[in-house]
T-cell receptor
C-alpha cells in the first residue's frame, strides 16, 4: 500500500537558517510527489511537485528532488524567513489519481 | 485567482445532530475531493467524484456520512448523526481531471472546522 513518512516536528529555526524536512514514501511504481503548505486556519497550498525520478521541484526558494533510489523527496530551503512558519505536508499521487498525505511537519521560524 | 469555495467556515454542533458542508469547486474542474483532517494529522481522503459520479468512497464511513454532487458542479457532505470523534477540519479540493493531477495537483478550499460537543 501507500505510505508517506515525514520527519517529526515541530521544527524551530532561527531566521536565515537552512531548512531540511525529510520525506520518504512507499508506493507501487514511481508516483508523482508533492509538497503542500498549510498556514494557520487555512487550506493547503501547492508548494512544489516532481513527476519523475531526478526531477527537482522548486518554488519560493524551496526545493525538493525526487530520489528513486532512496524513495525520498526531502524539502530544503537555504534561508528561512518568519513568514515560512507553517505546516508542511509531503504527498504522493496514488494509482487512483488522488493524493495521499503524510502527517505534516510544523515549522516555526523565530526572528 | 480562482478559488474553491467552502461554507460554513466554522460549525459547532451537538452530538447526534445532523450537519452539512458545501463546496463549490473551480469552474471547469471535473474532479472533486473531500478530505478530513484531524488536528495534528495529515488530510485523509473521504470521497472522490469525477463529474457527478463517485469514483472512490472506500474511506467514507457510510453508516453516517454521505456525499453528493448532483449536477457535477458543487457538492455537499453530510454527517448524521454527528459523533464527538467527527471533530476535524473538512477540506474540499478540485482538479482539472485525473490525468492532470500529476502536473497541477489539487486546489484546496479553506475548509470547514467542525466541533462536535
Amino acid at each position: 500500500g501507500n505510505s508517506v513518512t515525514q520527519m517529526e516536528g515541530p521544527v524551530t529555526l532561527s531566521e536565515e537558517a537552512f531548512l531540511t524536512i525529510n520525506c520518504t514514501y512507499t508506493a507501487t511504481g514511481y508516483p508523482s510527489l508533492f509538497w503542500y503548505v498549510q498556514y494557520p486556519g487555512e487550506g493547503l497550498q501547492l508548494l512544489l511537485k516532481a513527476t519523475k525520478a531526478d526531477d527537482k521541484g522548486s518554488n519560493k526558494g524551496f526545493e525538493a528532488t525526487y530520489r528513486k533510489e532512496t524513495t525520498s523527496f526531502h524539502l530544503e530551503k537555504g534561508s528561512v524567513q518568519v513568514s515560512d512558519s507553517a505546516v508542511y505536508f509531503c504527498a504522493l499521487l496514488t494509482g487512483a489519481n488522488n493524493l495521499f498525505f503524510g502527517t505534516g511537519t510544523r515549522l516555526t521560524v523565530i526572528p | 485567482e480562482a478559488e474553491v469555495a467552502q461554507s460554513p467556515r466554522y460549525k459547532i454542533t451537538e452530538k447526534s445532530q445532523a450537519v452539512a458542508f458545501w463546496c463549490d469547486p473551480i469552474s471547469g474542474h471535473a474532479t472533486l475531493y473531500w478530505y478530513r483532517q484531524i488536528l495534528g494529522q495529515g488530510p485523509e481522503l473521504l470521497v472522490q467524484f469525477q463529474d457527478e459520479s463517485v469514483v472512490d468512497d472506500s474511506q467514507l464511513p457510510k453508516d453516517r456520512f454521505s456525499a453528493e454532487r448532483l449536477k457535477g458542479v458543487d457538492s455537499t457532505l453530510k454527517i448524521q448523526p454527528a459523533e464527538l470523534g467527527d471533530s476535524a477540519m473538512y477540506l474540499c479540493a478540485s482538479s482539472l481531471g485525473p490525468q492532470r493531477v500529476s502536473n497541477y495537483g489539487y486546489t484546496f478550499g479553506s475548509g470547514t472546522r467542525l466541533t462536535v460537543v
